[in-house]
């Protein structure tokens, strides 16, 4: 299969991860109303890996790669965001500012993994990055605001997102591994650091005390993370970088804010701003640019072709 375009199956995986995604974030509020945000990050990653060891044999992979996205993508995205959503980010510009992780993944992708960027993708992520700016720039006097220490932890949430894109990209040039595997031992990584964290964080009597008043809303939200946003969505969003050049298999997040925005609407009242409207349009147009640019200049090749 081509890399230049996506296959039927790998299009709707793609959009399944979105929906998923665009939700995670209504869940994660929800677990953060019971427990603190690194003892959720502990408790994510132990459903997602412990249940799974027994019977879920290590990736073919060196263990330092499977090491390195568990810290990126565990410890490192979710520890900045949780933290962020706990410190005054809503749930919608939470959904933006994480898209960042395209523009991240594009501009490290060409040094690191020597990928080469078409000019449509550029400019599709420069259409779609206006439309982020301008849904982050709206300020309300309701739900629509954020916090700047809120804005600045989901955006390092964004950045270390991209640094696991790379990895699972380097991974597989490394091996031909099997992407559910490696996120249930990748989940393994970041638990003991997450633990540390929260005990650190809030104190030990703290921990115990939200551990033993632990309620159904945060377990389900725990289960949900772990089952459903990690394991089931990263293995899936692990399976296209492994078939897809990072520049092409990213902006498909784009997306997810359209659910995010929509879903922190409708479970928390957060209505976005016209300004929110137009900036997830611009977000739409410019997938719609990445994604159908280099068929337009694979037609006009064929045209004007021998």
């Known amino acids: ?97 994480m898209q960042t992780q395209a523009f991240f993944t594009l501009l490290l992708a060409v040094p690191v993994l020597g990928e080469r960027a078409r000019a449509a993708q550029w400019l599709g992520l420069a259409v779609a990055l206006g439309g982020l700016l301008l849904i982050a720039t709206a300020h309300g006097e309701g739900p629509g605001q954020m916090t700047l220490a809120g804005f600045v932890l989901t955006l390092g949430a964004g950045f270390m997102w991209a640094v696991s894109n790379l990895v699972a990209r380097l991974a597989s040039r490394v091996a031909d591994y099997d992407p559910f595997p490696f996120i249930v031992w990748s989940s393994v990584f970041p638990v003991l650091p997450f633990v540390a964290l929260a005990l650190w964080m809030d104190g030990p009597q703290t921990v115990v005390q939200q551990l033993t008043g632990i309620g159904w809303p ?4 725990v289960l949900f993370l772990a089952w459903f946003a990690t394991l089931l969505a990263y293995s899936l969003w692990t399976r296209l970088l492994k078939r ?63």
């Open 1 to 97: 299969m081509s890399v230049a375009s996506l296959s039927r199956g790998d299009l709707l995986r793609a959009l399944a991860v979105v929906v998923i995604w665009g939700l995670n974030f209504v869940v994660m509020k929800v677990g953060l109303q019971g427990i603190g945000p690194m003892l959720l990050g502990a408790l994510r990653f132990s459903a997602a890996a412990v249940p799974f060891l027994l019977f879920v044999k290590f990736p073919n992979l060196p263990w330092r790669y499977v090491a390195a996205y568990g810290l990126a993508q565990g410890l490192g995205q979710f520890g900045f965001l949780f933290l962020g959503l706990q410190m005054g980010m809503t749930v919608g510009m939470a959904s933006v500012v």
């Open 218 to 221: 945060a377990i389900l939200s």
């Open 244 to 306: 897809h050049p990072a520049g092409r298999v990213t902006p498909f997040s784009l997306l997810v804010p359209v659910v995010g925005l929509w879903s922190a609407w409708m479970f928390f009242d957060e209505l976005p701003l016209l300004q929110q409207w137009l900036g997830t349009g611009l977000v739409l147009m410019g997938l719609v640019v990445n994604q159908l640019g280099g068929w337009w200049q694979s037609v006009r090749a064929r045209r004007n072709g021998p």
